[in-house]
């Protein structure tokens, strides 16, 4: 039995597009930006620089602006605190202080939710979320103050808070 040649038994590939160089040209005004001659969207995705990472800005309580339209925004509070994306849930949570310092009036009804919600993202290993459910409940305390001690269905859900905070103080003094 004779031997048949491989190449007629292997599937065809196209060859991979070969990797252009990129050119850059000068322009004569040396204030524009340098310009590639070549376009490469969609030639190779492995070329492209990956996404920026998501940050969280960290505003302090001064630096907090009131919301433009307060009524509409604490239909969704609650429902953006619940949210499987996390940074959802710090956008959420800046929005709770915001309302906690400008507008309690409108959160104190929804007050023991919100608290129950925001001891979950303490407990989130993630240290965006648990930071700034920190500074929410800071914010909490300087809004609300003695209210949260007195009334019975808040004071429950303020314990969990107090609880949170305290065991986070604790971890920090340890390590």
Known sequence: MALRPLDNALPVIPERPKKLAKIATLTKNPNQKIQNQTDFSGLNDENKPPLPEAAVDYLPSDKLEALADPDLKIQDLVLGLDSKDWLKVCESLNDF???????????EPILENVLLVMVKAMKNPRSALCKTSIMASSDIFKAFGDKLLIESEISDAFDQVYLMIKSHLMKMNFN
């Open 97 to 107: 202080r915001r309302f906690a310092l400008f507008h309690s009036t409108l959160l």
